[in-house]
C-alpha cells in the first residue's frame, strides 16, 4: 500500500476538493483519496505506486497544479497495531 501525497495549487472550496478527487478516482484503481482546500494538500492511498507522470495531466485537466509529489508505502496502524 502507498501514500501518496500531493499539493495542489488553485483548490479554493470543497467542490474543488471533490473534483480533484474524482478526476483520481476515475483515472487509477486508488482505495481512497481525500482532499483539502485549506491546507492545499491531496491524500492518495493505493496498492501500486502512481507514478507523478501519470497523476500531472490528470490534475491539470481540473485546471489546478500540482506543485509536489511525495509517494511512501503506508501501513494502516489500527487499533490492533504490533510494534
Same mark, same amino acid.
Given at each position: 500500500?502507498?501514500?501518496? &501525497?500531493? /499539493?495542489?495549487?488553485?483548490?479554493? $472550496?470543497?467542490? $474543488?476538493?471533490? =473534483?480533484? /478527487?474524482? %478526476?483520481? !478516482? /476515475?483515472?487509477?484503481?486508488? #482505495? #481512497? ?5 485549506? !491546507? ?8 501500486? %505506486? ?9 490534475? %491539470? #485537466?481540473?485546471?489546478?497544479?500540482? &506543485?509536489?509529489?511525495? $509517494?511512501?508505502?503506508?501501513?494502516? #496502524?489500527?487499533?490492533? =497495531? !504490533? =510494534?
Amino acid at each position: 500500500m502507498y501514500q501518496i &501525497t500531493l /499539493n495542489i495549487d488553485g483548490m479554493m $472550496c470543497a467542490m $474543488c476538493e471533490s =473534483h480533484v /478527487n474524482d %478526476a483520481v !478516482r /476515475n483515472a487509477f484503481p486508488v #482505495k #481512497k483519496v481525500t482532499s483539502s482546500h485549506s !491546507r492545499g494538500e491531496t491524500v492518495i492511498l493505493s496498492e501500486t %505506486a502512481i507514478p507523478e507522470a501519470e497523476l500531472r495531466p490528470v490534475i %491539470a #485537466k481540473t485546471g489546478y497544479e500540482l &506543485t509536489s509529489y511525495v $509517494c511512501a508505502p503506508y501501513e494502516k #496502524k489500527g487499533l490492533f =497495531h !504490533r =510494534h
